[in-house]
């Protein structure tokens, strides 16, 4: 089985495989319209990584059936080191860059944006974000630094930094006197929660995956409840619901109890809030609070 057979049979859809040791995206068969799919093949051709990051928790190894000379180990590990030499320098001047758009920012202040309209939402717990134009842009800080960036158009397209990690990354909707916090994946679903309940703080870490990483390195005390995704669609589609089963091991990591929104025609908390309609916030809060219960899990640093 060669590397492109191997990321078809998990999902991924790479046009063209390059052999240099450098990390390419994707499209995925789950999200054909997104990169979700990441690989690096090693220039000597024979072994290579890649990643489903909605579906896969780790990467997974794929190597030549053909046993490697002891020449070409040599070589293939020289040359690893250097593009992960490369890799990392790269990733370096990615971050200084996007900090330094950062800053450029205006914060987004007293103006309604387009796509919150069009989810229904208010502009309550915006006050840390920033506008580009019609871009809504949203810090991803992880263990108090600022890593990336998630960017929103009026339509909803959403874009991450290029060549800064949001691993473990997450960005929190916070109040100084809540007695609950949330673990939500996308922003939209975790400012319905936040406007929803409250008496919640709510930490949105962008992706299902990811919400497992975040889990796994805070530490929490309290009412707390994981609000996943429902991806009914997909699961039909693949017999996977990324949202729930992500989610669970999410709340599995802190002890905790895990929500998700049934019967409606969307996938998310704030696709619900606009089905139910006026009763949309009580539901919500109903919905939720039965999923609540004390964090048990106490396990590395804050996102």
């Not at 916070?174 to 975790?190: D, K």
């Not at 309290?222 to 990324?242: F, K, L, Q, S, Y």
């Amino acid at each position: 089985m060669n590397f492109r057979e191997a990321m078809t049979i998990f999902g991924l859809n790479p046009r063209d495989i390059v052999a240099d040791g450098r990390w390419y995206r994707c499209s995925t068969a789950d999200h054909p319209k997104k990169k979700n799919g990441c690989y690096m093949l090693r220039p000597c051709g024979s072994r290579g990584y890649f990643r489903n990051y909605a579906l896969d928790d780790e990467w997974r190894e794929w190597q030549d059936d053909q046993p490697m000379t002891l020449a070409q180990r040599v070589r293939a590990d020289v040359e690893l080191a250097a593009a992960r030499r490369r890799e990392a320098e790269r990733r370096m001047r990615a971050v200084r860059q996007m900090r330094a758009y950062w800053g450029g920012l205006p914060p987004l202040r007293g103006v309604q944006h387009s796509y919150l309209e069009g989810k229904g939402l208010s502009m309550l717990g915006c006050t840390g974000l920033r506008a580009d134009g019609d871009l809504l842009v949203i810090p991803a800080v992880h263990r108090g630094a600022l890593v990336s960036l998630q960017t929103i158009t009026p339509d909803g397209e959403k874009r991450y930094r290029y060549g800064c990690s949001i691993k473990g990354a997450a960005y929190a909707l916070t109040r100084p006197r809540a007695v609950l916090t949330c673990l939500a994946e996308g922003f939209a679903t975790g400012l319905a929660i936040y406007q929803s309940l409250p008496q919640s703080s709510v930490v949105v870490c962008f992706d299902a995956g990811n919400m497992v990483q975040v889990a796994s390195e805070m530490k929490l005390r309290g009412m707390t409840v994981v609000c996943a995704d429902n991806d009914w669609e997909t699961a039909g589609r693949t017999g996977i619901n990324t949202g729930i089963q992500k989610g669970r091991s999410a709340a599995a990591a802190l002890g905790c109890g895990v929500a998700y929104p049934e019967g409606i025609e969307g996938t998310d908390w704030a696709d619900a809030l606009a089905e139910w309609g006026e009763r949309g916030p009580h539901r919500l809060r109903m919905e939720i609070m039965r999923h609540v219960r004390p964090a048990m899990a106490l396990t590395g640093g804050g996102a």
